[in-house]
């Protein structure tokens, strides 16, 4: 595979720490296009194996707007079926340029490991005293091993070492969108962490029309229905959580976007510093960045102070925990003071539900945020556009929530882009079909 490609697999398994580097044939991208097409295909070719397969979309970490996504796809303990989790921020940049296209991680470690991929390069490592640290403590300590702070982290903490089923993958100091307990699969595997950097460079078959395109693309968004928006406040009213803003604004310093993606679906909250503070605070750890709306809505609906939830949420993302699990367990178990929950966070185990539509990991809302898609107003379309919509973005390497305000991403666009990049001649009647397939898990 020559264009917006590593074209790398890499075959790791842990029972013999033995990896094994496989091309990504060009047939196979034909026949599945990339991203959950491919890790699909991966997971179901070594099911025997019970493997966790990582891998990033087709125009992942290149100048489409929104290309931000990588995917762990694995079956759920939690609900028994297949299923994707979205990694955004920048792990799916540093990913697809970390000299591999996709991940098949196999068997169980009998101690403890972690991996470490870059340059094209993939290594199992002793994490000595880092097994036991939360997932904040873990990224600190492997970035200070490989002498480099850009380095993302895929982590997990005591829940996925203790085996919770609401065990979340995290990402750096921050959560994942992870419903589907894939912490726990990290756990029993004895995987502490997966270090990325990418350093490398993607060919593209036809450069000049393809940043053309992107370019075109991009001022046609911004001034699309998301322009001139930002962070979860905006989401959340537009969802109709209409006092969203008197809530959370007060403690809400800055918003951060993800790798290329025009709208900050992330804000950071000061939880122990001033607000209103504009110079770099003297704090180590002041506040915590919010990626995930359903588990700050979870905790708002108990009844705590935004203060309060920015604060569960942090110890969530320490402990390696689904917030939006955690809020739900809270609420069956009538906990809903800071202290009780805080005491509770490291013994939550379930069941619960995920509320999954499909394999897609239910983190992204449900319906449109700030756009018309030409849905039904009565919101009877909403579940079935918003699967093939997903299954779309989990394709091409689309932001999933950004994929929800962004009809200017239309599949005709991105299939184009796709034949620009690649000059595969990839047909509307391929991705149809991958798209049944996807969805079908």
């Keep these: 595979m020559d264009y917006l490609s590593s074209n790398k697999i890499a075959i790791i398994d842990l029972g013999t720490a033995e990896i094994i580097e496989e091309e990504l044939d060009e047939g196979l991208v034909k026949e599945k296009i990339g991203g959950a097409g491919i890790t699909t295909y991966l997971y179901q070719k070594y099911a025997a194996d019970e493997p966790l397969v990582i891998g990033s979309g087709l125009l992942t970490g290149t100048l489409v707007p929104g290309s931000a996504l990588a995917m762990i796809t694995a079956k759920s303990p939690r609900t028994g079926t297949l299923g994707h989790v979205p990694l955004t921020l920048y792990a799916g940049m540093e990913l697809k340029f970390s000299g591999f296209d996709y991940l098949v991680i196999k068997g169980r470690s009998e101690k403890p490991v972690y991996l470490w991929l870059h340059d094209g390069i993939a290594d199992l490592q002793d994490p000595g005293d880092i097994w036991g640290k939360d997932c904040g403590e873990s990224t600190e300590a492997v970035r200070k091993i490989v002498g480099d702070d850009l380095v993302q982290v895929l982590s997990i903490g005591p829940s996925g070492e203790g085996g919770s089923d609401l065990a979340a993958v995290s990402v750096n100091f921050w959560g994942s969108g992870d419903r589907f307990g894939f912490g726990k699969i990290f756990g029993e595997k004895k995987l502490k962490l997966i270090a990325v950097r990418g350093m490398g460079l993607l060919e593209i078959a036809d450069p000049e029309a393809f940043m053309g395109q992107c370019q075109e693309l991009l001022n046609r968004i911004k001034g699309g229905a998301c322009a001139g928006k930002k962070g979860v406040v905006e989401m959340a009213t537009a969802l109709g959580e209409d006092d969203m803003g008197a809530w959370l604004s007060p403690i809400v ?80 178990s009538g906990l809903k003071d800071l202290e009780g929950i805080k005491a509770f966070l490291p013994q939550a185990k379930g069941p619960v539900e995920t509320q999954a539509k499909g394999p897609f990991s239910p983190w992204a809302p449900s319906k449109p945020i700030f756009a018309d898609f030409g849905l039904a107003a009565d919101g009877s379309q909403d579940a079935a556009w918003w699967i093939r919509r997903q299954a779309v973005a989990y394709l091409f390497g689309i932001h999933p929530i950004f994929a929800l305000m962004a009809p200017e991403l239309s599949e005709e666009k991105l299939l184009e882009l796709a034949n620009i990049g690649t000059g595969l001649g990839l047909t509307a009647e391929t991705l149809e079909q991958v798209i049944a397939e996807v969805i079908k898990g």
Excluded: V, W
């Design 253 to 332: 310093h800055r918003h951060k976007a993800c790798f290329n993606t025009p709208y900050a679906t992330n804000t950071f909250l000061f939880l122990d510093e001033d607000p209103s503070l504009m110079k770099e605070t003297e704090k180590t750890d002041p506040g915590f960045l919010i990626t995930d709306l359903g588990g700050l809505l979870g905790f708002k609906k108990l009844g705590l102070s935004a203060l309060d939830s920015g604060r569960i949420l942090r110890e969530c993302a320490r402990q390696g925990l689904d917030p939006a699990g955690a809020a739900d367990l809270c609420l069956k």
